[in-house]
């Protein structure tokens, strides 16, 4: 598969990723009946295991094991800022289960998809903002 394909279904997947955290959040939110609850979030999950997978095939072998490439650290920030993200949707999850305050969480999640958008569609390959 080349880099396009594995960049297209890096991005439906993570695309589809956000949807289900919101309906699960929402679910969480409505207080609805916790087997639905349950089932989105380890829907959420298989999701995130094809992100990342996703994401270290882009890097590992499209465009990022290359030391000398200028952008390398960016590679590097954006794969630890994508993992940033996940942990940051667990952890906002988690916490609205629970009925702490997820503010802490919004605001890493927010913070870290920042990053990983500007770094994905302005700065690394296959962006296309100027």
Not at 2 to 24: E, K, R, Y
Not at 35 to 45: A, E, S, Y
Not at 93 to 106: H, I, P
Request: proline residues 2%.
């Amino acid at each position: 598969m080349d880099a396009t394909q594995m960049a297209l279904i890096h991005i439906v997947s993570w695309s589809i990723g956000l949807v289900l955290f919101f309906i699960a959040y929402s679910m969480i939110k409505q207080s609805k009946a916790e087997k639905p609850i349950k089932i989105t979030q380890m829907v959420l999950r298989v999701f995130y295991l094809l992100i990342v997978a996703t994401g270290a095939d882009l890097f590992f072998n499209h465009y990022g094991m290359n030391l000398e490439d200028t952008q390398f650290f960016e590679y590097i920030v954006k794969m630890v800022g994508g993992i940033w993200v996940i942990a940051a949707m667990e952890m906002t999850l988690a916490k609205a289960k629970k009925g702490k305050k997820e503010f802490s969480g919004w605001l890493q999640l927010v913070i870290a998809l920042i990053l990983v958008l500007v770094l994905g569609f302005a700065r690394l390959p296959f962006g296309f903002l100027p």
